[in-house]
């Protein structure tokens, strides 16, 4: 039966194909999440500056006033300049803020909606966490790359090995971190309860690490809380690669430098940087289990 001018013509039907769940679309979607971070990261200018300024403060000001007091001080430590000792410490600092907060994008995405997109895409959430976190890792660690740059102003000598080794140790505690901030930023819904939990968070840890000072003749009560503080464990071993390249003596180096230690006994620096690595991969895989779980 013929059809009339009017009727409706039909409608041609697109296949579309749905990939395959598998490994290679994990790698793919963990690229994918890795390169929106840096993207995102990038294009944030003022976050890019407001997180260099804290560290600088800390670095140029509070060293400098310290270093001033202790040299109007006398006594027979004048000859450590304190920004060369809180340097490792800043450099934490560093990595420890911008991680959290590139962690709490997490929250930003839940608000907007993008995140519901990401969960129900082809790909196991698993993928997505680990992209998040290696992401969040890179921007931190190159955040604070501009405060290892400065290294020159806190009497950090300039050695090729020793700036490797600081951006590597960075890159590793920034993963712990953003693993913490993920983890905690897969059950929150709203910026302002996140936000208000990181900084819960992050000022005891920052002042409980000993980046601003040494871990040694504190109190029983403080010496448990340090030992206790996993960020305590990424900044010991920053500290030990810059105090390595100081000529300094022997009494110098046990009151600056004195390490971390376990009932008298001092933790090797390996064990503190497979310390942060496993921690690191606790942390990301407590948030792979929430996000399995998340609507």
């Known amino acids: 039966m013929p059809v009339s001018s009017g009727a409706a013509r039909p409608v041609d039907v697109v296949r579309v194909r749905v990939?395959?769940?598998?490994l290679r679309q994990d790698l793919r979607a963990v690229k994918v999440v890795l390169h929106r971070e840096l993207i995102r990261f990038w294009?944030?200018?003022?976050?890019?500056?407001?997180?260099?300024?804290q560290p600088?403060?800390?670095?140029?000001?509070m060293g400098t006033g310290l270093s001033n007091l202790m040299a109007a001080g006398g006594g027979p430590h004048g000859e450590v300049d304190l920004k060369t000792f809180i340097f490792p410490g800043v450099c934490a600092m560093s990595v420890m803020f911008t991680a959290m907060f590139s962690a709490g994008s997490i929250v930003w995405d839940r608000e907007f909606g993008f995140l519901r997109e990401m969960l129900v895409a082809p790909v196991s959430r698993s993928a997505i966490v680990i992209g998040k976190c290696i992401g969040g890792a890179l921007v931190a660690t190159l955040q604070g790359a501009v405060i290892v740059a400065l290294a020159g102003l806190a009497g950090v000598p300039y050695d090729p090995a020793l700036l490797a080794e600081l951006l590597?140790?960075?890159?590793?505690?920034?993963?712990?971190?953003t693993g913490f901030g993920v983890m905690m930023a897969a059950r929150i819904k709203q910026m302002q309860s996140f936000?208000?939990?990181i900084q819960m968070a992050m000022m005891p840890m920052m002042f409980l690490s000993g980046a601003l000072y040494p871990l040694n003749g504190l109190p029983t009560w403080l010496t448990v809380l340090t030992r206790f503080n996993p960020l305590t464990y990424a900044v010991d071993p920053l500290r030990q690669a810059v105090f390595?390249?100081?000529?300094?003596?022997?009494?110098?180096?046990?009151?600056?430098?004195?390490?971390v230690t376990w009932n008298g006994?001092?933790?090797p620096v390996w064990l503190e940087i497979v310390i942060v690595a496993v921690m690191g991969a606790v942390l990301?895989?407590?948030a792979i289990l929430e996000f399995r779980h998340a609507d």
């Open 244 to 259: 390595s390249r100081l000529d300094l003596s022997p009494a110098l180096q046990r009151t600056f430098n004195p390490g």
């Open 56 to 61: 600088v403060l800390w670095l140029l000001v």
């Open 168 to 177: 590597g140790l960075m890159f590793l505690g920034a993963f712990a971190l």
């Open 195 to 197: 936000f208000a939990l």
């Open 284 to 286: 990301m895989g407590v």
């Open 265 to 267: 006994w001092v933790v």
């Open 43 to 53: 294009r944030d200018k003022l976050r890019m500056v407001s997180g260099l300024v």
């Open 19 to 22: 990939p395959e769940p598998g």
